[in-house]
């Protein structure tokens, strides 16, 4: 029998190897995952969230326009809630080394979700409920993709996953309130 590989790697090659590159931060030799694959996931992610900060934002000011207080409520926490996905993506992003795409130009194709104005209460719900259902497949899939190559990404993903899971849960029950 040969000699058994070491289970973790031996403290003099850690500390040598954490001198190298030191210039990456937080991306050391031993992330496994395709940076700049992830980054480009990341600020698709990132786009989906600000159109539906974008799209909550509509539909919150429209439903208080109309006296439906409690969903219009609801629609500006689900808005919030979006916006603080969106930085937490930005925030990986450049922890990543990348850059986080802004940029109004090109956002809605960027984006997985639409920006759907519908055309009163019952159509708006159903929309964010479309919006909410197509962040959920997508960010299964990454966190799928990411698997355990970027336990701290998928981590993140898996949190946002969640929400986007409650949001969801909140607007079927807006539904059935409504007698839809
Ligand atoms: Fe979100
Ligand atoms: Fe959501």
């Known amino acids: 029998m040969g000699r058994k590989r070491p289970f973790l790697t031996d403290i003099k090659t850690i500390r040598a190897r954490a001198r190298k590159h030191i210039e990456r931060g937080a991306i050391t030799e031993s992330y496994r995952a395709d ?5 480009k ?36 926490t689900h808005a919030n809630e979006e916006q603080q996905h969106a930085d937490q993506i930005a925030a990986r992003i450049v922890q990543l080394q990348g850059e986080p795409n802004f940029s109004p130009d ?12 519908g055309e009163n209460l ?7 409920l479309v919006a909410e259902r197509i962040a ?22 898996e949190g946002i996953l969640a929400m986007e899971e409650e949001h969801a849960d909140d607007l079927v029950g807006m539904l059935e309130e409504l007698d839809q």
């Open 106 to 117: 090109g956002l809605t194709s960027r984006s997985h979700a639409e920006y759907v104005e």
């Open 35 to 39: 940076r700049a694959t992830v980054v």
């Open 122 to 128: 019952i159509d708006m719900i159903k929309e964010d």
């Open 136 to 157: 959920i497949d997508s960010y299964r899939e990454m966190i799928e993709y990411i698997g355990d190559k970027d336990t701290t990404t998928a981590r993140m993903l």
């Open 41 to 76: 996931l990341l600020n698709e992610a990132l786009a989906t969230e600000i159109v539906c900060v974008l799209r909550y934002r509509r539909h919150h000011f429209m439903a208080a326009g109309i006296n439906a207080d409690t969903v219009a409520a609801e629609f500006l």
